[in-house]
C-alpha cells in the first residue's frame, strides 16, 4: 500500500531528526527497514557499530547471520520489516537504560500500529523484557504467546548466537517454526484491542497465553 509506505516514511524521517540522550555518543539514528505490509516484525535491541555507521538495522555480523536464517525459510529481507527498541547505538554496546528506552519507545509503537504485523519475533532478551518482562528468553524462546492482540515469538538474538556456537542450531530450529506460526495464527480466535508498549507491562503475565 503507498498510503503505508508514506506514513513510514514519514517515521522513517521522524527517527532520524529526533534528539535523544544517546544522539551524542552515536553517528546517527537507525530506523526501521523493510516492507510495511508483512505479517511479520523482527525486533532486536539496539544497533551495534556498523549499523551506526550505515544507518541501518542489522548489517553487521549478527544482521548478515539474520539475512541467512531468513533465506533458510526462503525469505529476503525485503519481505520482512526489521528494527529495534532503540534507533541509537547506546555506548560500547551496551544495554539501553529504561530511561533511553522510553526516549525511543514513540517509534517502536508508531512502527507496530502502522505494520500491524501478525506475529513480532523478538530477537534475545532485551526485547523480550520490553514486551514479556515476566519471561526468560532460554524458557519461552520457540514458543509464540499472545498478549492482548499481538503474537510474539521470542528466538535467542544472532549475536549471542555468534558469541556462543551452541546455541547457533536452537536458533536455526527455532527460526525453521516461524512459517508454520504464521499459518497457524491465521486459526487464532480474534483478541482484544492494542495496548501501548510498556502501558501495561506489570500485568503482562497475566495476559500471556502461549498458543504453540
Excluded at 535467542?156 to 506460526?181: G, M, Q, R, W
Aim: proline content about 9%.
Amino acid at each position: 500500500m503507498e498510503d503505508r509506505s508514506i506514513a513510514l516514511q514519514a517515521i522513517t524521517t521522524d527517527i532520524k531528526q529526533h534528539q535523544c540522550s544517546l544522539r551524542r555518543g552515536c553517528i546517527q539514528a537507525v530506523p526501521g527497514e523493510g516492507n510495511p505490509n508483512s505479517p511479520v516484525v523482527f525486533i532486536g535491541e539496539g544497533p551495534g557499530r556498523v549499523e551506526d555507521e550505515e544507518g541501518r538495522p542489522f548489517v553487521g555480523p549478527a544482521g548478515k547471520l539474520l539475512t541467512n536464517l531468513l533465506e533458510s525459510v526462503g525469505w529476503q529481507r525485503s519481505d520482512v520489516y526489521i528494527t529495534n527498541v532503540v534507533k541509537c547505538r547506546p555506548p560500547e554496546n551496551r544495554d539501553p537504560l529504561p530511561e533511553e528506552v522510553e526516549e525511543h519507545k514513540e517509534f517502536l509503537q508508531r512502527e507496530l500500529d502502522l505494520i500491524q504485523p501478525k506475529l513480532i519475533v523478538l530477537l534475545g532478551r532485551h526485547a523480550l523484557h520490553w514486551f514479556l518482562p515476566d519471561e526468560k528468553i532460554s524458557q519461552c524462546k520457540g514458543r509464540a504467546k499472545r498478549k492482548g492482540d499481538r503474537v510474539y515469538f521470542p528466538i535467542y538474538h544472532p549475536a549471542a548466537a555468534l558469541h556462543n556456537p551452541n546455541l547457533a542450531s536452537t536458533l536455526k530450529e527455532d527460526f525453521l517454526k516461524i512459517p508454520a506460526v504464521l499459518r497457524k495464527i491465521a486459526e487464532l480466535p480474534v483478541a482484544p484491542s492494542p495496548t501501548p508498549l510498556r502501558a501495561e507491562v506489570k500485568s503482562a503475565s497475566k495476559q500471556q497465553l502461549s498458543i504453540f
